[in-house]
């Protein structure tokens, strides 16, 4: 038997895909039922990485997710239009669908599931979070047997990079993103990474996927890495912490109240982590995924989390799980494979973020008048902040800098008394308020 | 549609299977549809930790792997005998299987998986290794498009927990080996852990499937931590290496000679390992498995590899692809799931260990005599053995004590050096041999 495939797009991620599928020695030998049907690109003229027939190359995106003889379109062209019709087409058409596209799924998951759930066809998306690493798959076919408590990531390369040269380097945000776009691992645009947006679209991924409902990306708490400075990191470590851009999912248990199972947090932050933590040692562009749960305990994920050839490995074993399917059940199968297919179609609530309940570093600039640190601790203990310590790291220009970490508080008690503490005669400033793990 | 399990065993793994089973609120809801029809046990009065209808508990485990109404037996009794046979009647009578049982898959997965395939059902060993960590099912589904060159694991809990306590202890093999016996952590006879044969087993079953042929475990070279000393461990300290008990699969890269592609490498020994490396912070009973493969890179997959909860987890999802695949054909599908089965018959040529190219750690307790130094690099110069370092570090009762570590050297050679140093009048012992990664 073969399966044939629609490529849309054949950039880094394309041809990479290509790449596997025209050299399928070595691999798993169900590769060789895969051919490359029709390749959808811009332009026929530009030099490829690849060599593909003249004839399987074509401008007529819309053509191919249409044509009768392909039986699994593979969307990497990125961005929300044309790829999300592209796909939905595809889907109306009949055919599979293996995407990459984190920022369309996060958006448009609904409505793209439940077309595809009434054509009674896939949509395959392990590529479109964390790369290489095999998360989606093992999520949704081994790790959903578990109650899941909790999901974090380091879902973001570009982040982690940056994070990981300003703890070396003692060197500032600004410096280290620089120097990152020239070296061609930052955006000229690089928001959707350092303000943690592709962090956000991914959690909700997986959030949706570990929970079992659907998430509004607009309720996904957001905070990138702008913020966080060389003086931070300094102080983080000399406390035994490592500061990391966390993507966190997590499903509060049920509380006495009755509270609805689905009371999830989904949120996105800098996070101060203890050294000892699995994810405190994933350094440079590595990603990695923790997942804790009833029974498991602790699974951690680990790998690239971005480029060509991981990406590809991670579309490519989409598509063959899909042929693996058509070809176990001898042709399109009665039912959708129940842990391929998404089930799921209520939305989960979202706990707002005032009511999040963490510990907190504060770093703060203030006059050198007596008694300070006692109006600090005063005005915390008032609105129920317990601290863990509280301790003058030095002086800036004149101001003495202070940095408090906090116990287990209500963020909204948290935001209050530092809301107070900005009144203050004593209080410069407060350059930096960051969560702790 | 309800799909019936019947269960030899109720021991730790048992019962933490039945557990899950029978408390499905917040896990995936397929499992709903998963009911515990018998469970085989040694004696009925025993107490148990999880509460089942006594009618569904019987002590004839034969008339469980036959009885017509199951439709998946799942293996957690442990041992060759009678696990063994009990697979294959199962097998024979048309059963799914799904076992945690390392050992028997390690010796007997030919016969096994010939029986599995002529009989069209399906023999899945999730739990087999690495307990939690969902590792089989993304090397079968995800990571299996790849041209998989390594798999290094730390797959024994125990000699991981034994290393990380020497380790953070400066204490002696001896004595925390006793210590973990104490607290459970260690058998009371602790050789299938210690000397590496439960990690044989593991990595020559993640060879069979990372490179797609079956090994034969006597060719496994096998080498435990007993001989792993404190000073070893702060030597390798101050180099720059922690010392792990490695299982490591390679496929060679095919020499210009022609070598046959399943020239492989398949072996377990303790291995000093860069502190930088991924599974150098795997620490106390975790284990991890690193994948390298081209294009996706380097992958790891860290967790609990062993315990009644992790391992569960493992065994339960299994069940539950086995379920899924039946639910999505409608019953029993014609063909067998590509990724799933085992399709490979062929057996791997795995390379001589004397063939094995690698760096060397040694440290030799010599009298002290001048020229001692030299005389060691000469004899290894003679082998074509290059030297990285040679540091004496201090004196043991009357004897200096020297470490040398190697460049990359073939072991033959290198243990032709050491023989013929062995008959050094100035040469007092070689107390400690280890590879280094």
Redesign the interface.
Known sequence: MVFKVGLLGLGTVGA?TA??LLNP???????QEIEICRVGVRSLDKPRPVTLPNSVLTTDLAAIVTDPDIDIVVEVIGGLEPARSLILSAIAHGKHVVTANKAVIARYSDEIFDAANAAGVYVMI?AAVAG???VI??LK???????IHRVIGIVNGTTNYILTRMQREGADFDAVLADAQQLGYAEADPSADVDGLDAADKIAILASLAF?GRIKLDDVYCEGIRGVSAADIAYADRLGFVIKLLATAL?EPPTAAGDS?DQLQVRVHPTLLPKTH?LA?VNDVYNAILFE????????????GA????T???V??DI??IV??L????GN????????AC?HTHYCTLRPMEELVTRFYARFLTHDMSGVIGRLGTCFGNHDVSLESVVQTGYKDDLAEIVVVTHDVREGNFRQALDELRGFEAIAAIPSVLRVL
Not at 141 to 147: A, C, D, M, T
Not at 307 to 310: F, H, S, Y
Not at 327 to 330: A, F, P, V
């Open positions: 990479g790449e596997i020695a070595l691999r798993h030998p169900l590769l392990e290489g690493i095999p798959q093992p076919q081994s790790l959903s047997v578990n109650r079992g499903r199972a699995p040692s749960g009833d029974p498991v305990g602790q699974v951690m994920l680990f790998g690239r480029g060509a050839g991981p590809a490995s991670a490519v074993s063959q799980n693996a399917i070809k176990t059940c001898g199968p009665p039912n959708l494979h129940p842990l391929l089930i």
